[in-house]
């Protein structure tokens, strides 16, 4: 069940360093933009979206994670789809995400719900992260800009 969380932001901290490694990154953005969590049937927060408009119908999906023992279950699909269902009856015309090049399970991800790479940022994880970022056995060094279209 997709809930909108409107206070105490700072608690999902530790669920959306799952997927950006950088505090400091996730703290730039997260006071900013609208917050979703996905709950089991019992109220237990299983996942968490954020979510920023960068024009009138275009929006960017900041971050996505799902607890670890929860992936693997459809509740990434789940939250995805119950995002972008709410943004098409918005009136969101295009859906943006941003992820690593190392992040292959990301981008297999975002690709079966029929986001394509549209722009490459080289360098990008080199220039804003301190510390090396290794995924899958694979240095990321590259920002990849996925979208499509609702």
């Known amino acids: 069940m997709l809930h909108t969380v409107q206070k105490n932001r700072e608690a999902y901290l530790p669920l959306l360093l799952l997927a950006d490694p950088s505090e400091e990154m996730v703290r730039r953005y997260l006071p900013e933009g609208e917050l979703y969590s996905w709950l089991t049937s019992e109220g237990e927060t299983v996942g968490v979206l954020h979510l920023t ?7 960017e999906i900041r971050n996505i994670a799902v607890r670890d023992q929860y992936q693997g279950q459809g509740h990434g699909r789940s939250l995805l789809e119950s995002i972008l269902k709410l943004l098409r009856e918005r009136g969101v015309e295009k859906v943006i995400v941003r992820t690593g090049n190392s992040s292959i399970g990301s981008l ?11 722009e490459i940022d080289h360098d990008y994880f080199n220039r804003e992260y ?21």
Do not use: H, W
């Open 53 to 59: 408009s960068t024009e009138a119908t275009v929006c």
């Open 108 to 118: 297999a991800f975002y690709q079966k719900f029929g986001f394509r790479i549209m």
């Open 130 to 150: 301190q510390t090396p970022i290794f995924e899958n056995g694979i240095r990321c060094q590259d920002q990849l800009l996925l979208a499509r279209s609702l």
